[in-house]
């Protein structure tokens, strides 16, 4: 499997590679995200955002290309059901943009990262109950990005404050590095 992701042109962009197939995921500013498989000349799917009017500010796809995840300018993420083009979750976790939202390696755990300057983990295996957010993480400034471990129970964050956090699950040890 293969992944890019970057925000450019009025849009939050995500590349995967699912069996051979070439899926790309665009999280766009006029509140859809569309789903484009690159053989085609036109999207596979278009997502209309169930936030009112907030346009998406991140995306991501969990391991097995089933569920779609986003967040957005509004402070609230989203769940989609790729298979039958339906939501499954709409919720808040933070009180100002999310702009990073990544799955856990076996899916289950959405890894949040917002402008309100906090990380939080959702467990996202239950679509019947309330989610529940957990703070695991926060900087002194707007959290960018964050990025689970390939394989372990940790992650990385990068803030506006000009660090980048290493976050162990253990203990919740966090190393701080300034960038110069």
């Not at 979750?89 to 856990?104: C, D």
């Amino acid at each position: 499997m293969q992944q890019l992701s970057f925000g450019i042109l009025g849009c939050h962009l995500l590349y995967r590679s699912f069996q051979a197939l070439p899926l790309l995921w665009l999280g766009m500013t006029d509140t859809t995200a569309v789903i484009w498989d690159l053989r085609m000349s036109s999207p596979v799917s278009v997502i209309p955002s169930q936030s009112r009017g907030s346009a998406f500010a991140a995306v991501a796809v969990d391991g097995g290309g089933l569920v779609l995840a986003s967040g957005h300018e509004d402070s609230s993420c989203m769940l989609w059901d790729l298979r039958k083009s339906r939501p499954l979750r709409h919720f808040r976790p933070h009180t100002s943009e999310v702009r990073s939202v990544r799955f856990s390696a076996g899916g289950h755990l959405l890894l949040t990262g917002s402008y309100d300057q906090t990380v939080k983990v959702t467990d996202v295996r239950d679509f019947q109950t309330d989610l529940t957010s957990s703070l695991v993480a926060h900087h002194r400034d707007k959290v960018i990005q964050c990025r689970w471990h390939p394989a372990e129970f940790s992650f990385i964050t990068t803030s506006v404050d000009r660090t980048v956090g290493c976050w162990i699950s253990t203990d919740r040890l966090r190393i701080d590095q300034t960038l110069e």
